[in-house]
Structure formats: C-alpha cells, structure tokens
C-alpha cells in the first residue's frame, strides 16, 4: 500500500499480509486529523488478515 503526501509517496509497511477493507476518509479530507489525540478516531485503515 501506497501512502501519499504533498511531498511524497511513500510505502505503508504493515507486519501481516492482508487486504485493505476500510479506509478512515475523514483523514484523507483531512490529515492534520492525526495530529489531534481523539485515538479511537484516528484509525487509518481497516486490514482484514491473510
């Protein structure tokens, strides 16, 4: 998976194999959403294991 930025793409590394089921869209209409400590909505993906 493929993270991308205004400067960059960059790879999303992850420790288990799996397929992206669920993406947060809240973050991508607005990433400095990460910056804020709300945890339980600061999720970025949904990853169903292989």
Same mark, same amino acid.
């Given at each position: 998976? &493929?993270? &991308?930025? %205004?400067?960059?793409? &960059?790879?999303?590394?992850? #420790?288990?194999?799996?397929?992206? +089921?669920?993406?947060? %869209? /809240?973050?991508?209409? /607005? #990433?400095?959403?990460?910056? =804020?400590?709300? =945890? #339980? /909505?600061?999720? +970025?993906? %949904?990853? =169903?294991?292989?």
């Amino acid at each position: 998976m &493929e993270v &991308e930025s %205004d400067k960059a793409v &960059e790879n999303f590394k992850t #420790p288990y194999a799996g397929t992206v +089921v669920k993406v947060n %869209d /809240d973050l991508i209409n /607005d #990433p400095a959403k990460l910056n =804020q400590n709300a =945890q #339980p /909505d600061n999720w +970025v993906l %949904d990853l =169903q294991v292989a």
